[in-house]
């Protein structure tokens, strides 16, 4: 009889260890994440250095003092109340190490860096009916406040070339912020925890980190938090209804430009410079939302409710799904099984 040939064993560390990293849709979510964090820290820490040359080299050293605290905390300064500069430059720091974060994940998934929330062909229109909707939540939860008494608007505060000079900088303050907070969660993150534990369980995480990361607002209350959290809960709805980010950012840019611009009142316990309208607020903490601003009261859960079912009757779900033709890996089509752009991915 012929013998049988041995086998060539196979080493059970190697196979464990590959498993234990990689599984069928690559790099398995915990390393991901893991990775992406890592690459956001590289990336902060670069752009801090260039900034601090730059601003070593181009600016007085008091300067240099006031932006490299606020590029490390991430908070604007306080400095008879937020200025424009002090929301949107840090904002802008955190959301380009973000951006080379999840672009270089991109190209170790061989994902398109895009497929993370951002691309979208209706972008622009998205983007754009967030922002009404935004402006109109806002009011309409302005209004509860005074409607209720809780809230009383005191009058303009700047003359309209001042006005309107401060209406195009806290547009564009908030629009990073809009595009930092909404790329750093429900960006990367949001799609990678889906891939691991699914689309609803990585919502409610990421909304709980979303909540609790405004935790060192000055004068920052338990219903702001869990309003935040909320509000968190709201855009990733947005997300799986519309496809992309771009909707939430919309909304979420709006939003704060209404409430610290537009009707001047407190945000997260600050004051903006050169809002158009004065406003304080009278009460109980509770139903005021006292120097926390609106978010701080309980009906602005009254209004995240409302805008639940705006979403559900305005925005359509994309074909076959929340990240259908993204979630896989990049790879070449075979002949034995095509790969077909916007075919449903198997469950997480």
Not at 297 to 316: D, E
Request: aromatic share 10%.
């Amino acid at each position: 009889m012929t013998p049988t040939p041995s086998m060539p064993a196979v080493p059970a560390r190697a196979g464990f260890v590959r498993q234990l990293l990689v599984g069928r849709d690559g790099i398995r979510a915990p390393w991901s994440v893991a990775i992406f964090a890592c690459f956001v820290a590289l990336a902060a820490i670069a752009l801090g250095l260039l900034v601090v040359l730059a601003d070593k080299h181009l600016a007085p050293a008091s300067n240099a003092a006031g932006l490299i605290g606020s590029l490390k905390t991430g908070q604007p300064i306080q400095a008879n109340g937020m200025s424009p500069s002090r929301v949107g430059i840090p904002s802008l720091s955190l959301l380009v190490p973000v951006l080379v974060a999840t672009a270089l994940m991109g190209l170790i998934e061989r994902r398109s860096p895009w497929s993370y929330g951002f691309g979208d062909r209706r972008a622009f229109r998205h983007f754009g009916v967030g922002l009404g909707w935004g402006f109109v939540a806002l009011s309409a939860l302005i209004g509860l406040l005074v409607v209720t008494g809780h809230l009383t608007i005191d009058g303009a505060t700047e003359s309209a070339p001042i006005a309107l000079r401060y209406a195009v900088l806290w547009g564009i303050a908030f629009l990073t912020v809009g595009l930092f907070e909404e790329s750093v969660t429900r960006g990367y993150l949001q799609a990678t925890l889906t891939r691991g534990i699914g689309f609803r369980p990585a919502a409610v995480l990421i909304s709980l980190l979303f909540g609790s990361a405004h935790y060192g607002n000055p004068g920052e209350t338990a219903i702001g938090l869990a309003g935040a959290g909320a509000a968190g809960l709201v855009f990733c709805y947005s997300l799986w209804r519309s496809g992309s980010l771009w909707w939430a950012i919309g909304f979420h840019t709006s939003w704060d430009w209404a409430q610290s611009y537009f009707y001047g009142t407190h945000d997260s316990g600050t004051l903006s410079r050169g809002r158009l309208l004065a406003s304080h607020p009278s009460g109980p903490e509770w139903l005021s939302g006292g120097t926390v601003g609106p978010e701080g009261s309980v009906l602005v859960f009254v209004v995240l409710l409302a805008v639940i079912f705006v979403i559900h009757w305005t925005l359509t779900p994309p074909p076959g799904g929340l990240y259908a033709a993204t979630v896989a890996p990049l790879a070449a089509p075979s002949a034995a099984s095509p790969a077909v752009a916007g075919s449903p991915v198997p469950g997480a």
